[in-house]
């Protein structure tokens, strides 16, 4: 491809300020490879605390799920309905349609809800629970024609029909044809075969348009064109008239809705109970929906995978949204089928905020499947993980999301349905697969892994590798089981694969920002960035890791560090401004990092304590260290401190359906 850009041009667009604030990760990371994480989920928080109850407390039964549906239907704005102690089984699908309405169970230890069969669809799927408005792609589009600006707040759409104040949009724009922009080895957006491991996909998105940034509407002015103003500012620094921006919009959407405090079955859901026939079976589906939320919910699913199609079988599955927070769940299973399930899934969503949950006997726990932007993935645990990959973004189109205090056993952006950019991870415990995985492929996953064309990547303050079987530091373009860092290479051997197999790229650790983090070969941190640093020589080989030479979004060498003349700290978060009101008392904050001491995880020297949603698990579960065995009894209540409690349910109901 050839780009008619100058370079005078280039450089002021490098040079403009994204944010008109100071941000967290200020002094760490270029404001052209990082965005504002502090509006990721529910737009002022989940609010539901003091809601008031719709009607009187539902008591368990078995039959359809008309009875809850109805009570649901019935519920003004801003109220829930209550769900009694006991277990409701249920042949039919719960819905919720409508905004500003939240299903409340007594807690995850009290009210169970068992699923053995759904009803049809309306949300592009079937789920045991779901969120949505009925769309079925009924969405409007419009040509994005000015404001392409990373930073810029105002943009022009041609059309405006369908479009009001408050609606979320999907900015999108073409494929790159060729690598990359703006010069060759820079950003490339692809999502075909010539670039994946097996092909990519449409995901949510429409096909040929894999790059997605998501945004609220806040003002529109004009009379053709319009000016629509947006809430947060433009992400991405490559959008550009030549690759035909477009705007598209849901007219129909939902918001406000919870579900909370509740244990879900859906076991014994399978393809057979579809009376659509339709492939994508879900525990908890929220789609089409905005600030709208899944806490303190136990979802487990221990049938065998194998009785299910390979699309969509996913326990929290989230799908054309915007600002969703699921925070405080236990999700359990599958485990046998490593590359048809992801445990929580988001396809073509932005602004998620997932957050302090526990996955376990999961097979890929947090995966992304599509576009996505402005995500923060944050102290979650996952425990028993049967695959080869732990975390990370498996589509196209997804940049600039923040993965931070994680205890997975890796973060990996693949190539295996298309190319990422601008990821960020932030003092996150990535031990790595110390065995090859007992379900699929031969290979270990190393403790971090970016595969080609995942460029621009930010690796900052993370606790890497366990003692066995990691020895040496990285393998770029290259596989080494034993390396701490897996640079610029994929797999030869993936199932479905098509050209992008084995592929190899020197760029990806050509634009790689690495600072501050303690791996377990070095067994020190790395403060590589330049002569002045401590262990420049010894222990960073007199190269920096730091790319403040290259020509398109470089990285200054951080103002924060151990420079020899004395530490200076790096923030605690990247997207908390202070300690969170779920943070239990007593645990250090922040748990893992260079300039933490005394940590309580082994072969971490100290740099490593385990995050509230692992103590939840290892001490109030009393799971196995090893993630071994069945589900097991959960109440968020137990595990974490809340800053308000829900108002108690009113008069209890007893019901015949």
């Given at each position: 491809m050839t780009h008619k850009h100058s370079l005078s041009f280039f450089l002021i667009l490098?040079?403009?300020?994204?944010?008109?604030?100071?941000?967290?990760?200020?002094?760490?990371?270029?404001?052209?490879?990082?965005?504002?994480?502090?509006?990721?989920?529910?737009?002022?928080?989940?609010?539901?605390?003091?809601?008031?109850?719709?009607?009187?407390?539902?008591?368990?039964?078995?039959?359809?799920a008309a009875t809850i549906n109805n009570a649901i239907a019935a519920c003004g704005a801003?109220?829930?309905?209550?769900?009694?102690?006991?277990?409701?089984?249920?042949?039919?699908?719960?819905?919720?349609?409508?905004?500003?309405?939240?299903?409340?169970?007594?807690?995850?230890?009290?009210?169970?809800?068992?699923?053995?069969?759904?009803?049809?669809?309306?949300?592009?799927?079937?789920?045991?629970?779901?969120?949505?408005?009925?769309?079925?792609?009924?969405?409007?589009?419009?040509?994005?024609?000015?404001?392409?600006?990373?930073?810029?707040?105002?943009?022009?759409?041609?059309?405006?029909?369908?479009?009001?104040?408050?609606?979320?949009?999907?900015?999108?724009?073409?494929?790159?044809?060729?690598?990359?922009?703006?010069?060759?080895?820079?950003?490339?957006?692809?999502?075909?075969?010539?670039?994946?491991?097996?092909?990519?996909?449409?995901?949510?998105?429409?096909?040929?348009?894999?790059?997605?940034?998501?945004?609220?509407?806040?003002?529109?002015?004009?009379?053709?064109?319009?000016?629509?103003?947006?809430?947060?500012?433009?992400?991405?620094?490559?959008?550009?008239?030549?690759?035909?921006?477009?705007?598209?919009?849901?007219?129909?959407?939902?918001?406000?809705?919870?579900?909370?405090?509740?244990?879900?079955?859906?076991?014994?859901?399978?393809?057979?109970?579809?009376?659509?026939?339709?492939?994508?079976?879900?525990?908890?589906?929220?789609?089409?929906?905005?600030?709208?939320?899944?806490?303190?919910?136990?979802?487990?699913?221990?049938?065998?995978?194998?009785?299910?199609?390979?699309?969509?079988?996913?326990?929290?599955?989230?799908?054309?949204?915007?600002?969703?927070?699921?925070?405080?769940?236990?999700?359990?299973?599958?485990?046998?089928?490593?590359?048809?399930?992801?445990?929580?899934?988001?396809?073509?969503?932005?602004?998620?905020?997932?957050?302090?949950?526990?996955?376990?006997?999961?097979?890929?726990?947090?995966?992304?499947?599509?576009?996505?932007?402005?995500?923060?993935?944050?102290?979650?645990?996952?425990?028993?993980?049967?695959?080869?990959?732990?975390?990370?973004?498996?589509?196209?189109?997804?940049?600039?999301?923040?993965?931070?205090?994680?205890?997975?056993?890796?973060?990996?952006?693949?190539?295996?349905?298309?190319?990422?950019?601008?990821?960020?991870?932030?003092?996150?415990?990535?031990?790595?697969?110390?065995?090859?995985?007992?379900?699929?492929?031969?290979?270990?996953?190393?403790?971090?892994?970016?595969?080609?064309?995942?460029?621009?990547?930010?690796?900052?303050?993370?606790?890497?590798?366990?003692?066995?079987?990691?020895?040496?530091?990285?393998?770029?373009?290259?596989?080494?089981?034993?390396?701490?860092?897996?640079?610029?290479?994929?797999?030869?051997?993936?199932?479905?694969?098509?050209?992008?197999?084995?592929?190899?790229?020197?760029?990806?650790?050509?634009?790689?920002?690495?600072?501050?983090?303690?791996?377990?070969?070095?067994?020190?941190?790395?403060?590589?960035?330049?002569?002045?640093?401590?262990?420049?020589?010894?222990?960073?080989?007199?190269?920096?890791?730091?790319?403040?030479?290259?020509?398109?979004?470089?990285?200054?060498?951080?103002?924060?560090?151990?420079?020899?003349?004395?530490?200076?700290?790096?923030?605690?978060?990247?997207?908390?401004?202070?300690?969170?009101?779920?943070?239990?008392?007593?645990?250090?904050?922040?748990?893992?990092?260079?300039?933490?001491?005394?940590?309580?995880?082994?072969?971490?020297?100290?740099?490593?304590?385990?995050?509230?949603?692992?103590?939840?698990?290892?001490?109030?579960?009393?799971?196995?260290?090893?993630?071994?065995?069945?589900?097991?009894?959960?109440?968020?209540?137990?595990?974490?401190?809340?800053?308000?409690?829900?108002?108690?349910?009113?008069?209890?109901?007893?019901?015949?359906?």
């Amino acid at each position: 491809m050839t780009h008619k850009h100058s370079l005078s041009f280039f450089l002021i667009l490098l040079c403009l300020p994204s944010y008109g604030h100071a941000q967290l990760w200020s002094g760490i990371l270029a404001s052209s490879r990082a965005t504002d994480w502090t509006t990721a989920g529910v737009k002022g928080g989940i609010p539901s605390a003091s809601w008031t109850q719709c009607g009187s407390t539902i008591a368990p039964y078995t039959g359809t799920a008309a009875t809850i549906n109805n009570a649901i239907a019935a519920c003004g704005a801003n109220q829930y309905v209550q769900l009694g102690a006991g277990t409701f089984t249920l042949t039919s699908s719960i819905f919720i349609q409508k905004s500003n309405v939240v299903l409340r169970g007594m807690g995850a230890d009290q009210t169970f809800i068992v699923q053995s069969q759904s009803s049809a669809g309306s949300c592009g799927g079937d789920g045991a629970i779901e969120a949505c408005i009925y769309n079925t792609w009924n969405v409007l589009s419009a040509n994005w024609t000015a404001g392409y600006s990373q930073g810029t707040t105002q943009i022009t759409l041609d059309s405006i029909s369908g479009l009001t104040t408050g609606q979320f949009i999907l900015l999108t724009q073409l494929d790159d044809a060729s690598d990359g922009w703006p010069s060759t080895g820079d950003i490339y957006v692809c999502s075909v075969s010539a670039c994946s491991q097996s092909g990519g996909g449409q995901n949510g998105n429409p096909y040929g348009r894999a790059q997605g940034e998501w945004h609220e509407v806040t003002a529109i002015s004009g009379s053709g064109p319009y000016t629509v103003t947006l809430t947060t500012p433009i992400r991405a620094p490559n959008w550009r008239s030549g690759q035909r921006p477009a705007a598209t919009f849901y007219p129909s959407q939902i918001s406000g809705v919870g579900i909370e405090n509740l244990s879900l079955d859906w076991t014994g859901m399978t393809t057979s109970d579809l009376s659509v026939g339709n492939t994508f079976i879900h525990g908890i589906l929220l789609a089409w929906a905005k600030d709208s939320w899944v806490k303190g919910v136990r979802v487990i699913n221990t049938a065998s995978t194998s009785s299910y199609s390979c699309s969509g079988v996913d326990p929290i599955f989230i799908s054309n949204s915007f600002r969703i927070t699921i925070q405080d769940n236990y999700v359990y299973g599958p485990y046998d089928n490593p590359v048809c399930v992801e445990q929580i899934t988001e396809r073509s969503s932005g602004d998620l905020l997932i957050q302090n949950n526990i996955i376990h006997r999961g097979n890929q726990p947090i995966n992304s499947q599509g576009p996505e932007s402005g995500s923060v993935i944050a102290y979650n645990y996952a425990v028993g993980s049967t695959a080869e990959s732990g975390i990370g973004m498996h589509a196209a189109g997804e940049f600039m999301n923040l993965w931070e205090g994680n205890e997975f056993q890796n973060l990996e952006y693949d190539n295996v349905h298309g190319t990422h950019f601008m990821q960020t991870a932030f003092r996150n415990f990535l031990p790595g697969q110390t065995a090859p995985p007992s379900l699929f492929g031969t290979y270990y996953s190393m403790p971090l892994g970016d595969q080609p064309f995942a460029r621009f990547s930010n690796v900052v303050g993370n606790v890497t590798g366990s003692a066995s079987p990691f020895v040496d530091y990285e393998a770029n373009m290259t596989y080494d089981g034993s390396a701490v860092y897996e640079l610029g290479w994929s797999e030869s051997t993936a199932p479905g694969g098509g050209p992008g197999q084995g592929l190899t790229d020197s760029n990806v650790k050509r634009t790689l920002m690495r600072w501050g983090n303690w791996d377990t070969v070095s067994n020190t941190v790395r403060w590589c960035g330049n002569s002045s640093d401590t262990g420049w020589s010894t222990t960073c080989g007199s190269a920096s890791e730091v790319p403040s030479g290259i020509a398109n979004f470089p990285n200054p060498v951080p103002t924060l560090g151990d420079t020899g003349a004395g530490y200076s700290a790096m923030p605690p978060s990247f997207y908390l401004s202070s300690k969170p009101s779920w943070w239990p008392s007593g645990k250090p904050w922040p748990p893992i990092g260079p300039d933490v001491t005394g940590g309580n995880i082994a072969n971490t020297a100290g740099h490593a304590y385990t995050n509230p949603a692992a103590d939840c698990y290892l001490n109030v579960m009393h799971g196995p260290v090893d993630g071994s065995g069945g589900p097991l009894s959960f109440n968020a209540l137990t595990c974490y401190p809340q800053s308000s409690g829900p108002a108690p349910p009113s008069a209890l109901q007893a019901v015949a359906d």
